[in-house]
DNA sequence: TTAAATCATATTGTAATTATAGGAATTGTG
DNA sequence: CACAATTCCTATAATTACAATATGATTTAA
């Protein structure tokens, strides 16, 4: 039960972007570098951000992306669910799943829900902002 | 980000040992019967159940499964992660994983670390007597 | 005009998932 | 003892997902 790499690149490339946010477009190339990802898997990544409107494009030199929100308006599910697919640990909670065939409320399907209610509290409450400044909490133990 | 078949039909089968224990040994044919899955791939599931001591095997005709413990001794984590492996949402807060190489304490593994702690807050602590315990409560709906 | 960037789509290699299949070994019963 | 019911073991297969890589088209600032 992974959280794949395309998720977990997402949710750094997003971090990468919301860090390094000056008003410039920043090119993926950089954050590729930064990163240490593969620029063309990063692309077919932020190509998925891009159409959802998470990130904005600017084409040609001098062009790469932006957020197009302040990061606190980006919950880490939000990132998730668009890049991975559902969070839920059962299909048959996912409210857009197929409910169960078998059973109208089979036994570990109340686990499962536990489960989903678990992991849903953890990634949408977290936000990119979050993120950001559990960063440069990290980053003043460095200056030292 | 799913939990697989394998760890689903371990923890039913367990489920239905704990439910429909009575001292003799149950077939796996009347599980599969039962919870509606293939008794060939049940065969491979429960092989690991047994040699990690989970269930004790009896052979021969009127042959079968019992656990070998009480329902209350096996938590859900249990058993999800040996027929599952790591539940852990990625490899590098897995103790058994392989730390991250790059980033000595990287900003969104503070994120993984919740997550995991969220996923394990519930299948550490549900049992299977808590399953049989709510699938008892269930029935009961049903008497009416 | 050129080069730097995004955009789009196809292809590939590997591994995991989800079984199915065939038969060997064990053992209670008639 | 023979038989049949069961567990046990291993191989194989079909499908899908994962994680990229590759190629080239399009846009646009300088």
Redesign the pocket.
Known sequence: ??I??????ALRLMLDLAVHASGD???????ARRQN?????L??I??VL??AGY?R?????????VLQKAPEEYTVGMILRLT??SLCPVECVDDAGTPCASEKECTTRLLWKKLNDAINGVVDTVTLGDLVDWRAQQADHYVI
Chains 1, 2 share one sequence.
């Open positions: 039960m992974r794949s790499t395309k998720g977990r690149y477009p920043i090119r993926l190339k950089d954050v990802i593969s620029e063309k898997y692309e077919q932020i190509s891009n159409k990130v494009s600017i084409r040609g030199p001098q062009g790469g992306y991975e697919g």
